[in-house]
């Protein structure tokens, strides 16, 4: 794909991400890599409105080389890249039921979202770390942030929200929206007598889509 017709996709998945929802005000970011380098939403930018032109991108050492001034989550995104080189996008949202699971304290730190259906564990993976609390923007949540990333496709921050990552941008949306409604799911049904997938369901689905 082209880096024009990327930055068209980028914009209408972002726009479309912001319609239903899943962002709301300035909050959340996505990037995607080019052949050169990344493109990566500028910081206090609104989802919904992003123009393609002013998209900022960064070189392939990550730094600014044109567009507006990038996310100041840029480290986020780097460390996903760097942790997971077939990586292709990287999809960071305040989506609120997911944020809303990073703020639970007796959850299982490594998969706090269980397998409740197949979609989850095609698009996330078996496994969905709690990285600790950072400031938005703080650059020591890299280290976090890439040894959880080199185990997982995603990841939640803890009392922010999610982080995804896919070959694609699409499917990197894809997997965000997943997520955030797997996180509704869970806490619909927590305190209720559910039928999880079973070891056996999850790794058929793992091999055959993971
Ligand atoms: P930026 O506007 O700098 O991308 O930050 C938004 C955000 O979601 C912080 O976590």
Do not use: W
């Amino acid at each position: 794909m082209s880096e024009q017709a990327l930055r068209v996709l980028l914009s209408e998945l972002a726009a479309s991400l912001f319609q239903r929802g899943y962002a709301v005000g300035s909050a959340g970011n996505v990037s995607a890599k080019l052949p050169d380098g990344y493109l990566i939403t500028p910081t206090n930018s609104s989802l919904g409105r992003l123009d393609p032109e002013r998209i900022s991108k960064l070189d392939a050492n990550f730094e600014h080389i044109g567009g507006d001034k990038p996310s100041k989550e840029v480290f986020m995104h780097r460390a996903f890249y760097r942790a997971r080189p077939q990586v292709g996008a990287v999809v960071h949202l305040h989506s609120t039921m997911a944020t809303a699971v990073s703020c639970l304290a007796d959850v299982d730190p490594n998969c706090p979202i269980p397998a409740l259906t197949p979609y989850f564990v095609m698009r996330i993976g078996a496994r969905l770390p709690v990285v600790p609390y950072y400031r938005p923007g703080d650059a020591a949540m890299e280290p976090a942030i890439y040894q959880a990333a080199a185990a997982a496709r995603a990841i939640l921050l803890a009392n922010h929200g999610p982080v995804v990552s896919a070959d694609t941008l699409t499917d990197a949306v894809y997997a965000a929206e997943e997520l955030e409604e797997s996180a509704r799911l869970f806490l619909l049904l927590r305190g209720q007598n559910v039928r999880m997938l079973t070891e056996a369901q999850q790794t058929e689905l793992l091999l055959k889509f993971g």
